[in-house]
């Protein structure tokens, strides 16, 4: 059983909105930390969203901040990521990620610390 699988995305306009979602499996929302990450050709994949599941926060990066949205349904075992108002800059492969570890926040950005991901989904977002 692949413990994450995202969905969703494909080719939007700017301004456009787009949810992404990924399939959590054999992992408890109550622990550890989930987030998500985006990626684009020859650049390092970098922090977008995340969450302490025990602590009840999410951080966003600054880039996101006040368009995007995570959240979770728990009857689902599924994670979301609302993206609105969205830019070219956003375009980008989105992927999921998840430690049972509770991060902290010194670490929680660092894709090195988290032990399973998805296998990604593409996000275009044309100008």
């Known amino acids: 059983q692949v413990p994450l699988v995202e969905s969703g995305g494909g080719l939007v306009q700017t301004g456009d909105s787009v949810t992404v979602s990924c399939i959590v499996s054999?992992?408890?929302?109550?622990?550890?930390?989930m987030g998500w990450f985006r990626q684009t050709p020859g650049k390092e994949r970098e922090f977008v969203a995340v969450r302490r599941w025990s602590f009840g926060t999410t951080l966003y990066a600054d880039s996101v901040k006040g368009r995007f949205t995570m959240s979770k349904d728990n009857e689902k075992n599924t994670m979301y990521l609302q993206m609105n108002s969205l830019k070219p800059e956003d375009t980008a492969t989105y992927f999921c990620?998840?430690?049972?570890?509770?991060?902290?926040?010194?670490?929680?950005?660092?894709?090195?610390?988290?032990?399973?991901w998805g296998q990604g989904t593409q996000v275009t977002v044309s100008s």
């Open positions: 054999g992992r408890s929302f109550r622990t550890g930390t």
């Open positions: 990620a998840a430690t049972n570890r509770n991060l902290i926040t010194s670490t929680i950005r660092l894709p090195s610390n988290y032990d399973d």
